[in-house]
């Protein structure tokens, strides 16, 4: 089972690799997007946490727990799993869909920053817009699914 975490480093890794800075803000963003398309691809989610609706858009709280250190700044480290020590990161290649998607994603937005990915969020008819608009504390799947990429 993938874990929200586990969507960080991998997306960390990149970044990473890259040399690109990634904020807990964009981080959450990214993580989303991931969540969306690969839901809508395949009609599973992705992982079993749930997003909630937080002022600047969706936010897994577990990678806000983990990361909530690094504030605006960019992260320079890898979740750590709960001994302390392990870091998991996706084995893309055991899902060719998900490699696919987390590319992409990567790819479309990684020289975004967290306020630019925060407006993306914010769309109208987006899942972050209606949860905020009925005062839902967290995004419904249904929303997520039929939510339409902008940016």
């Given at each position: 089972?993938?874990?929200?975490?586990?969507?960080?480093?991998?997306l960390l890794q990149r970044g990473f690799a890259e040399d690109i800075s990634i904020t807990p803000m964009k981080l959450q963003k990214l993580i989303y997007f991931v969540?969306?398309?690969y839901y809508q691809?395949?009609?599973?989610p992705l992982f079993s946490e749930r997003f909630e609706t937080w002022q600047y858009g969706p936010v897994v709280?577990?990678?806000?727990d983990r990361f909530k250190m690094f504030g605006?700044?960019?992260?320079?480290?890898y979740a750590f799993e709960s001994d302390g020590?392990?870091?998991?990161?996706?084995?893309?290649?055991?899902?060719?869909?998900?490699?696919i998607i987390i590319d992409n994603i990567w790819n479309k937005y990684k020289y975004y920053n967290g306020s630019s990915l925060s407006a993306i969020t914010h769309q109208d008819g987006?899942?972050?817009?209606?949860?905020?608009?009925?005062?839902?504390?967290?995004?419904?799947?249904?929303?997520?699914?039929?939510?339409v990429s902008v940016g």
């Open positions: 089972m993938v874990t929200a975490l586990n969507v960080a480093n991998s969540y969306r398309d691809q395949t009609d599973v709280r577990s990678v806000y605006g700044r960019h992260i320079t480290k020590k392990t870091v998991y990161i996706i084995d893309e290649q055991a899902s060719k869909t998900l490699k987006g899942a972050w817009k209606k949860a905020n608009d009925t005062k839902s504390p967290i995004l419904r799947d249904d929303d997520i699914k039929t939510e």
